[in-house]
């Protein structure tokens, strides 16, 4: 999942606090009006290394995603190892070589870049729920449940938080909480189908059998297949993780 761009900010090398790159010797003069000449240039310098090494992580970042796309998830590593190398505090970077350690098959360190995104930047809910999606997959539902609440913390607008973390609790038999959470995944999306099926399955659970119907004939509406499939699923016992790609709906 990918994360926005970061802005051009640097730290002021005297106070500690952010400052917009374009604005750092305004800071300085007014801030810290006893330094001298010599030591505002040297301060001037180093948040234009910021800014340059900001572009170049970027730009790396943006290879990087375009290769893990295109199914070369090993190059990729090799471009987020070179951003990481620039900047070992890139949240974007560590969370998005997850994703490709995911692809190589490498669950361990997925959740090591998951950890460290989540250490630099604790409010980014994308890792939260990267990190729920993988630590469900090694069967640590509980732990993934909290993970997916922490995401939906700081964005509450992710669609797919909010189908995982019903269909958690739809396992640990909460069913109320689980409907609860698959209408506020079709309240971002009213035809987002994974929705209407799951919560038609607990409906069903609950022995509210009209209702029920209703859902599986809404899912089969806006997608035949996947409801078929999920039927067969249902039958079987198996679980599915919910990531359809699908987002809310723009007001």
Same mark, same amino acid.
């Given at each position: 999942?990918?994360?926005?761009?970061?802005?051009?900010?640097?730290?002021?090398?005297?106070?500690?606090? &952010?400052?917009?790159?374009?604005?750092?010797?305004?800071?300085?003069?007014?801030?810290? #009006?006893?330094?001298?000449?010599?030591?505002?240039?040297?301060?001037?310098?180093?948040?234009?290394?910021?800014?340059?090494?900001?572009?170049?992580?970027?730009?790396? +970042?943006?290879?990087?995603?375009?290769?893990?796309? $295109?199914?070369?998830?090993?190059?990729?590593?090799? /471009?987020?190892?070179?951003?990481?190398? +620039?900047? #070992?505090?890139?949240?974007?970077?560590?969370?998005?070589?997850?994703?490709?350690?995911?692809?190589?098959? !490498?669950?361990?360190?997925?959740?090591?870049?998951?950890? /460290?995104?989540?250490?630099?930047?604790?409010?980014?809910?994308?890792?939260?729920?990267?990190?729920?999606?993988?630590?469900? &997959?090694?069967?640590?539902?509980?732990?993934?449940? &909290?993970?997916?609440?922490?995401?939906?913390?700081?964005?509450?607008?992710?669609?797919?938080?909010?189908? !995982?973390?019903?269909?958690?609790?739809? $396992?640990?038999?909460?069913?109320?909480?689980?409907?609860?959470?698959?209408?506020?995944?079709?309240?971002?999306?009213?035809?987002?189908?994974?929705?209407?099926?799951?919560?038609?399955?607990?409906?069903?659970?609950?022995?509210?059998?009209?209702? $029920?119907?209703?859902?599986?004939?809404?899912?089969?509406?806006?997608? #035949?297949?996947?409801?078929?499939?999920?039927?067969?699923?249902?039958?079987?016992?198996?679980?599915?993780?919910?990531?359809?790609?699908?987002?809310?709906? &723009?007001?």
């Amino acid at each position: 999942m990918s994360t926005k761009r970061r802005k051009k900010f640097g730290t002021c090398r005297f106070c500690g606090a &952010r400052v917009k790159i374009e604005n750092m010797a305004a800071h300085e003069m007014k801030v810290h #009006p006893s330094l001298d000449h010599k030591e505002r240039e040297a301060s001037s310098l180093d948040a234009q290394e910021i800014a340059v090494n900001g572009d170049e992580i970027r730009a790396l +970042c943006r290879e990087a995603s375009k290769l893990l796309h $295109s199914g070369q998830a090993a190059e990729a590593i090799k /471009k987020y190892k070179q951003a990481l190398k +620039c900047d #070992p505090d890139s949240y974007e970077a560590w969370n998005d070589i997850g994703l490709a350690w995911e692809e190589m098959g !490498n669950d361990r360190k997925a959740l090591e870049a998951y950890i /460290k995104s989540l250490e630099a930047k604790p409010d980014l809910a994308a890792a939260w729920v990267n990190k729920a999606r993988l630590i469900r &997959r090694l069967g640590k539902e509980e732990e993934a449940l &909290r993970c997916y609440e922490e995401a939906l913390k700081y964005d509450d607008t992710i669609i797919q938080a909010w189908q !995982n973390k019903g269909s958690i609790l739809t $396992s640990m038999k909460m069913y109320e909480d689980a409907i609860r959470c698959f209408d506020a995944a079709l309240a971002l999306n009213d035809e987002y189908y994974m929705a209407w099926m799951a919560k038609g399955q607990v409906l069903m659970s609950l022995d509210e059998t009209e209702e $029920s119907h209703h859902c599986f004939e809404k899912a089969y509406s806006l997608n #035949p297949r996947y409801a078929w499939k999920a039927i067969a699923d249902l039958i079987t016992g198996e679980t599915i993780e919910h990531a359809s790609g699908m987002s809310a709906k &723009r007001k």
